[in-house]
């Protein structure tokens, strides 16, 4: 059973930070490149940022490149994501999940989500 707890997010000024958490299960964070997603009101989910099993890969969305930066916890399952210099538009909610890095969506192998950690940047 696939196990995805995200945490951290919060209320943030503009310009502000938030480093965000996820909890995965064992056997998704052993075996696929993992990464954020997020999705805000009234549009679709989106990629956000991945990081390959090693870690030694990342990749970002033009958006949030230089912003953002992705790291993952081998010894303890999880991944994070710091964000810095925050905007209103990153408004939305986070999920984190395996990604397909051959195409940025989640991976083909799984279909469901964690409830996601909500974070708002106001102007």
């Known amino acids: 059973q696939v196990q995805l707890v995200e945490s951290g997010g919060g209320l943030v000024q503009a310009g502000g930070s938030l480093r965000l958490s996820c909890a995965a299960s064992e056997h998704m964070f052993n075996n696929y490149a993992m990464g954020w997603f997020r999705q805000a009101p009234g549009k679709e989910r989106e990629f956000v940022a991945a990081?390959?099993?090693?870690?030694?890969?990342?990749f970002y969305a033009h958006s949030v490149k230089g912003r953002f930066t992705i790291s993952r916890d081998n010894a303890k399952n999880m991944v994070y994501l710091q964000m810095n210099s925050l905007k209103p538009e990153d408004t939305a909610v986070y999920y984190c999940?395996?990604?397909?890095?051959?195409?940025?969506?989640?991976?083909?192998?799984?279909?469901?989500w964690g409830q996601g950690t909500q974070v708002t940047v106001s102007s």
């Open positions: 999940n395996a990604v397909n890095l051959g195409t940025y969506n989640l991976h083909d192998d799984f279909n469901s």
């Open positions: 990081i390959t099993w090693s870690g030694s890969n990342t």
